[in-house]
């Protein structure tokens, strides 16, 4: 016949304050209590779940009424009926109540009535509320009285996870005592006793992660070992990682090294192999935290080994790691992880997310594949500073060649089109002549300021509102050479600007003088012109050339779908979408 297993943690509580884990002064004052007689009316005791609480107050009730003594006795014998009915929950005058589901007055008036009783069979009557935070205000209020001034024998002993929930009157009429959260390394121990009393083969290792996991938890670690032990080829490291939904270091410690060595594809792969093999993309997110905390530690040249999150096994690696990058470097990776944090955990797409974002902390300068397009971002940077030198180049270019003529005013034209590069990644020649083209093409921005200021002084010159007007709309100003100037037109309006020519001449001369000559062309011919000229390179990454107020953007239609992949591929760039092409 079955029998009923008695979970770890109820068989391994600590039956008596020496072997209370982890709360050594505790043990210490209650001890002391006990032998010197002075028990206080009610206690508090506060701290993390599974760090002792409950236990501590089954041990004090237990010491205040083990039937072996007449006293107190911080050792009771465990063995005795009181002591019996008590370690397990069932005796009559030690009244263990929920706070979280007898949260209000009346519950609270019942226990005060009841505690005026004497106490049937033990000496004391203990009661124990736990997660006393619940109460309700009213109820908090109502038991105020009695557990200031208790009836005689009978102690209160409040328990709470959340003590600044606990009204302040409350707190300051018991003996606050604060539990911690047990050391890995008393865990661990703890964790070895237990195997080695229950006959359990262990990995050291899988304790030793049993232990770090458990957030300083006796209870919770005992669970773990208890489910763990059921396994017929013992506990090894890799079913404790599969069943805390742990990330493999080792495959972490990949991770790192791939950005370490800049290496995206490594990068892609090693986020591949983790989400296929089942882990979650915030599991590994949180443990590439740790790690980069440990790492941060390491930079700091601790040697506080045991504050690692990493498993000794992997030290060394740490170690070597941490020789390789900076301080800062990690902290701004620490960083941006714990900024995605919360795009991850609300996302549909949390591993592209995570992909995106761990592939953006790459060093984008080093990084084989996409070097040739920085370096190009990198030369429009420079092209911008070295724009005069190109500049004077360019106008020599102008004069001697008619096509740039043409490619200029085209440019010009250009103006109302968002200027939207494209650059090929492959192709050398291309890039050169596109950087040259760049610099053409800057040097015209440039002109056709230059340009509009001529034009807006044209304008200002012209009497007739009208005609200021249409020209200001229908017009403008594509060349000024020594002895005429070129006006765009719009086709629709041609015959009727062309009309006017005297008055626009006459407005002319006054700035530039009796021999200057007007030409007009149409906006239309300038428009082909640029649509046969192929200026734009083809290229699957486009850079936003230069952000300049003098042209236009062009929108993106609303309800055409932004990818959220171009989107962060243009962030990655710092750019902006400007068109998208299929
Ligand atoms: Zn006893």
């Known amino acids: 016949m079955a029998s009923i297993h008695i979970p770890f943690h109820q ?109 049937t069979q033990a000496r004391w009557k203990v009661y124990v509320i736990d997660e006393c935070h619940m109460l309700s205000t009213a109820a908090s209020n109502a038991l105020l009285k009695t557990i200031e001034e208790p009836p005689a024998n009978v102690i209160f002993i409040l328990a709470t996870t959340n003590p600044e929930r606990v009204i302040k009157t409350i707190q300051s009429r018991c003996q606050k005592f604060d539990f911690k959260r047990i050391s890995a390394e008393k865990i661990y121990k703890h964790l070895v006793d237990i195997a080695n009393k229950e006959s359990i083969i262990f990995e050291d290792i899988a304790l030793q992660l049993i232990a770090k996991r458990s957030n300083g938890g006796m209870r ?64 590994i997110l949180e443990g590439l935290l740790n790690i980069t905390r440990d790492l941060l530690i390491k ?29 800062t470097k990690v902290i701004s990776w620490h960083k941006n992880l714990k900024n995605i944090e919360y795009q991850i955990k609300t996302s549909n797409q949390p591993r592209l997310w995570l992909e995106i974002n761990l592939t953006s902390l790459l060093d984008i300068k080093s990084t084989t594949d996409i070097k040739k397009t920085s370096d190009i971002k990198l030369n429009l940077d420079c092209s911008k500073t070295q724009n005069d030198q190109f500049k004077e180049k360019g106008k020599e270019n102008n004069n001697l060649n008619p096509k740039n003529d043409e490619i200029k005013s085209k440019n010009n034209e250009n103006k109302s089109e968002e200027k939207n590069t494209e650059i090929s990644k492959d192709k050398n020649s291309i890039e050169l002549k596109k950087i040259e083209q760049d610099t053409n093409t800057r ?138 092409n299929d």
């Not at 069943?243 to 080792?250: A, C, D, H, K, R």
């Not at 992997?314 to 990058?325: N, T, Y």
């Not at 100003?477 to 008055?503: A, C, V």
């Open 299 to 327: 930079t700091n040249n601790s040697k506080y080994s045991e504050i690692f999150y990493t498993s000794k096994d992997f030290h060394h690696e740490l170690d070597r790691i941490s020789k390789l990058i900076s301080k």
């Open 11 to 119: 068989k391994y509580r600590p039956k008596n304050l020496n072997d209370l884990i982890g709360q050594e002064i505790i043990s210490l004052t209650l001890k002391q209590a006990l032998l010197t007689n002075r028990i206080a009316p009610a206690y508090l005791f506060c701290g993390p779940r599974g760090t002792g609480k409950t236990s501590s107050a089954r041990i004090l009730a237990k010491s205040l009424n083990c039937q072996k003594y007449n006293d107190p006795n911080p050792q009771p014998c465990n063995k005795c009926e009181l002591c019996k009915s008590i370690s397990e929950g069932i005796a009559l005058d030690i009244i263990e109540i929920d706070a979280a589901s007898n949260t209000g007055v009346e519950n609270i008036r019942e226990i005060i009535e009841k505690a005026r009783f004497a106490p």
């Open 443 to 580: 040097t015209k921005y440039d002109e056709s300021i230059n340009l509009k200021e001529k034009w807006s002084l044209i304008l200002s010159k012209l009497e007739l509102p009208s005609t200021r007007m249409l020209l200001s709309q229908q017009a403008e100003l594509l060349n000024i050479g020594k002895n005429s100037i070129e006006i765009g037109l719009s086709p629709n309006w041609e015959n009727m600007i062309k009309s006017r020519k005297l008055i626009i001449e006459n407005a002319v001369k006054k700035i530039f003088g009796e021999n200057m000559k007007i030409y007009f062309s149409s906006k239309q011919k300038i428009l082909s012109d640029i649509q046969k000229n192929n200026i734009q390179i083809r290229n699957d990454i486009k850079i936003n050339q230069k952000p300049n107020d003098n042209f236009k953007k062009k929108t993106i239609p609303k309800e055409q779908n932004i990818n959220e992949n171009t989107k962060n591929l243009a962030d990655f760039f710092n750019g902006e979408i400007v068109d998208i």
């Open 220 to 283: 919770d670690a005992q669970s773990l070992l208890d489910q763990l032990s059921l396994l017929p080829k013992g506990i090894e490291k890799s079913s404790v990682e599969e069943l805390i939904g742990e990330v493999s270091e080792n495959e972490l410690l990949g991770l790192i090294n791939s950005l370490v060595e800049n290496n995206p594809e490594q990068l892609l792969k090693s986020c591949s192999k983790l989400y296929d093999s089942g882990n979650e993309p915030i599991s």
